[in-house]
């Protein structure tokens, strides 16, 4: 593999990891935000809710890694 082929990796994976601490960082705050205005207690969050979120979580970075296979 030439040197080129392998260049553009490092820069998928930093900007990958970039976009997903922003994506963190937004649902957050955003979560705090929520949590303040109806009462300011911390969130309280369900295993079940917790369970369906990582079952989307799974399926959405499955949708992902999936758009390198196209071709």
Do not use: C, F, H
């Amino acid at each position: 593999m030439s040197q080129s082929e392998q260049s553009w990796k490092p820069r998928v994976i930093v900007i990958s990891t970039l976009l997903g601490a922003s994506i963190g960082l937004l649902t957050g705050y955003l979560l705090s935000r929520t949590a303040e205005e109806s009462g300011g207690e911390p969130p309280k969050i369900s295993t079940a809710d917790a369970i369906k979120l990582a079952v989307g979580v799974i399926g959405t970075v499955r949708g992902i890694a999936s758009l390198g296979n196209r071709q």
